[in-house]
């Protein structure tokens, strides 16, 4: 924590241009990553959608029991 806010009380205007940069570079250079990271969620999205994985029931028989207890209180 000291680490970044001791810089920024002694020179903030050589934080403020270094978080340019850093701000610059995430959204100019690395602008990819969030198109790649984006489409490999959706893929692998449609993968468990249509493979025996997307089967597989998460929780146990009390917790659907309860669920549906609960969304008929409704």
Excluded: C
């Excluded at 205007?13 to 850093?22: H, N, R, S």
Aim: hydrophobic content about 60%; overall charge neutral; aromatic content about 8%.
């Amino acid at each position: 924590m000291a680490i970044v806010i001791i810089p920024i009380v002694l020179v903030p205007e050589a934080m403020v241009a270094a978080i340019g940069q850093v701000y610059n570079f995430i959204t100019t250079d690395m602008a990819w990553l969030y198109l790649l990271i984006g489409f490999g969620m959706a893929v692998g999205a449609i993968v468990l959608l249509t493979t025996k994985f997307g089967d597989i029931r998460l929780g146990d028989g009390m917790q659907s029991r309860i669920i549906k207890h609960l969304l008929g209180s409704l």
